[in-house]
């Protein structure tokens, strides 16, 4: 299945932000996944403040990673997340079965909408 995982990590240090990266990535690869993409979104104004671990928060850094895996290594990864201090917030999203079939489904969507000229 292919998936979206964004995440907001505490504006502390972008170590921080490689450091639960690479175990998000790790975690999905060792349960036999593929990272597809990794966006680093850098830090940012949070839409509201959010309190976590009795520390509020009003910034953070947020990356997104586009990855296939089965339902299992992607549970692993959310409740490692979870788990971790250092994560603001998070959410994972089921883009599709396969990748290949969200950029056909785009493809198809495309093609029905007019041209602008």
Same mark, same amino acid.
């Given at each position: 299945? +292919?998936?979206? /995982?964004?995440?907001?990590?505490?504006?502390?240090?972008?170590?921080?932000?490689?450091?639960?990266?690479?175990?998000?990535? @790790?975690?999905? $690869?060792?349960?036999?996944?593929?990272? %597809?993409?990794?966006?680093?979104?850098?830090?940012? $104004?949070? =839409?509201?403040?959010? !309190?976590?671990?009795?520390? +509020?928060? #009003?910034?953070?850094?947020?990356?997104?990673? %586009?990855? #296939?895996?089965?339902?299992?290594?992607?549970?692993?990864? !959310?409740?490692? /997340?979870? $788990? #971790?201090?250092?994560?603001?917030? +998070?959410?994972?999203?089921? @883009?599709?079965?396969? $990748?290949? #079939?969200?950029?056909?489904?785009?493809?198809?969507?495309?093609?029905?909408? =007019?041209?602008?000229?």
């Amino acid at each position: 299945m +292919f998936y979206e /995982l964004i995440a907001c990590v505490r504006p502390t240090s972008m170590n921080e932000v490689r450091e639960i990266a690479k175990t998000a990535g @790790m975690t999905i $690869l060792n349960g036999g996944g593929v990272i %597809r993409s990794f966006t680093n979104w850098d830090k940012q $104004l949070l =839409p509201r403040r959010v !309190r976590k671990h009795q520390t +509020f928060y #009003d910034r953070g850094y947020y990356f997104i990673m %586009r990855f #296939d895996s089965n339902a299992k290594a992607q549970e692993e990864m !959310r409740n490692t /997340l979870g $788990l #971790d201090p250092r994560m603001v917030k +998070f959410s994972v999203v089921k @883009m599709g079965n396969k $990748l290949e #079939d969200i950029a056909l489904a785009k493809e198809v969507k495309n093609v029905g909408m =007019p041209s602008s000229h």
